[in-house]
């Protein structure tokens, strides 16, 4: 139950007004010393334990869930009422779920919305508004990624329940969650695609076992899971058996949104903003404003910048408007934030030179560049890689041919038998 009552047609402005005082009032406003930045700093359970209460505090005032149905525990108000939240919160600490948090509200709870029974949502999206609930996405098998219908975990119906067996990788944010999306094949014995079902799993339930993985950077923000006879409920399934496939398009459609700067963000932009400010601020620092080259490198980062948010920009307006290739347009937006970060991270460290390589401790801003650096493949690599994008632009909005298949009319269980045969014995 939220405290601030949404008279059915409050207009933009009034629910901007309202917003305005109830920020100010509620929430503090933000420092740029208190801004995070990816990796720098590692998400404690702890540190997700105070970001639920504001997230719920959020969620009291009439602030979570502007756009999702009153029955749910939303507002039920447009696109255009949550703008003008997002304009008046974007000075305020809200509140930072970490990557857990983005997956639940942009990826899971969407579906969830489209695709899950009416019980399912009664039970689930209260609590996701609320901060309660935390969600992981379980999708990649460790032998499947790009391959996403090959996954060979496995849940088998005894009843009214299910028994999952099998593995999970690269879960992001899944040691602090406590429920996982998770793609489970139901059916070997018909082609891939059309024996998969989604499920939620607890991550507390009995036989799953969740191990943080450590990256690059040094933090461990991936997960493995094990799952071993872990028993769950049919109430927890989320779409038809066997329907996941279907259920899989609206999954990464909502991921690459979410990773290609998200509609909602690239609805606001208004112009070319300022010159790349961090590359501006370590060119003042290591005092090369006035060398050609590194003038060069702003400048290009800062046009790739506005290329990549303008089209972004550009392809929420035509999604809105119905494009007739559909969501799969935004692979676009995904492809080019996957080929521009690495790039743009490159240039980064060019700017900095040794102060991007080596810094006083404590010195955030330095470390910011380096930490860049070593994420900057995430988007290429996250929620389908630039290589799938390019399939599914290729295959779904051009289209062009499919690219050839091996397993194309054969049952899964073929598939998996002739994989494991390469002599090719009867
Ligand atoms: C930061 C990050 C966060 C992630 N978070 C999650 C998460 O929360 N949950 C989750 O389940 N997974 C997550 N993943 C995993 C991610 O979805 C997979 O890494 C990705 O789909 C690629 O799969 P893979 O690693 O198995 O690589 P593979 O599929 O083995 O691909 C290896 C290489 O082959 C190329 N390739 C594969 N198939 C084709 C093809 N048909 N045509 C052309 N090239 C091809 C790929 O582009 C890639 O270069 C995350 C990954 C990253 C990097």
Redesign the pocket.
């Known amino acids: 139950m939220t405290e601030t009552a949404a008279p059915a047609s409050i207009s933009v402005e009034q629910f901007r007004a309202q917003a305005r005082a109830w920020l100010e009032a509620n929430l503090e406003r933000r420092t740029d010393a208190l801004k995070r930045t990816r990796g720098l700093v590692h998400r404690t359970v702890e540190d997700i334990a105070e970001q639920r209460a504001l997230q719920a505090l959020v969620h009291r005032g009439g602030y979570a869930g502007i756009t999702w149905p009153v029955e749910y525990g939303g507002r039920g108000l447009t696109r255009a009422h949550e703008l003008a939240y997002l304009d008046e919160a974007k000075d305020f600490i809200t509140p930072d779920l970490g990557?857990a948090g983005v997956?639940t509200l942009a990826v899971i709870a969407q579906t969830a919305l489209r695709h899950a029974s009416e019980d399912f949502k009664q039970r689930h999206l209260g609590p996701i508004l609320a901060g309660e609930e935390l969600w992981?996405?379980?999708?990649?098998d460790?032998?499947?990624?790009?391959?996403?219908a090959g996954v060979t975990t496995t849940a088998v119906r005894e009843g009214d329940h299910w028994v999952l067996n099998g593995s999970?990788?690269?879960?992001?944010?899944?040691y602090y969650a406590d429920f996982g999306l998770c793609l489970a094949r139901t059916d070997w014995d018909v082609p891939k695609h059309k024996g998969l079902t989604w499920f939620a799993v607890g991550t507390a339930l009995p036989g799953v076992t969740v191990e943080p993985l450590t990256e690059i950077t040094g933090d461990a923000?991936?997960c493995r899971e094990e799952f071993h006879d872990v028993v769950i409920a049919d109430s927890e399934r989320i779409g038809g058996v066997g329907e996941g496939w279907a259920v899989a398009q609206s999954v990464l459609q909502y991921e690459r949104e979410a990773s290609s700067g998200g509609l909602t963000s690239v609805l606001t932009l208004t112009g070319p903003g300022p010159l790349a400010p961090d590359l501006v601020e370590m060119a003042r620092r290591t005092g090369r404003t006035g060398d050609p080259h590194t003038r060069q490198l702003i400048a290009t980062s800062h046009t790739g910048d506005f290329a990549v948010r303008a089209l972004g920009a550009r392809l929420a307006r035509l999604m809105l408007a119905g494009h007739p290739a559909g969501p799969a347009i935004i692979s676009y937006s995904k492809l080019a934030v996957g080929l521009m970060e690495p790039e743009r991270a490159k240039k980064a460290m060019h700017v900095g030179g040794a102060a991007a390589l080596a810094w006083e401790p404590g010195d955030r801003d330095a470390l910011t560049f380096s930490l860049g650096y070593l994420?900057s493949?995430?988007?290429?690599?996250?929620?389908?890689?630039?290589?799938?994008q390019?399939?599914a632009l290729g295959e779904r909005v051009l289209g062009l041919p499919r690219?050839p298949s091996f397993d194309r009319g054969k049952t899964f269980r073929q598939v998996q038998d002739a994989g494991q045969n390469w002599a090719g014995d009867s």
């Open positions: 990557i997956v992981a996405e379980f999708l990649s460790p032998s499947a990624g790009s391959d996403l999970k990788v690269w879960s992001s944010g899944a923000e991936f994420n493949r995430v988007t290429a690599i996250a929620g389908g890689t630039n290589e799938i390019r399939n690219e």
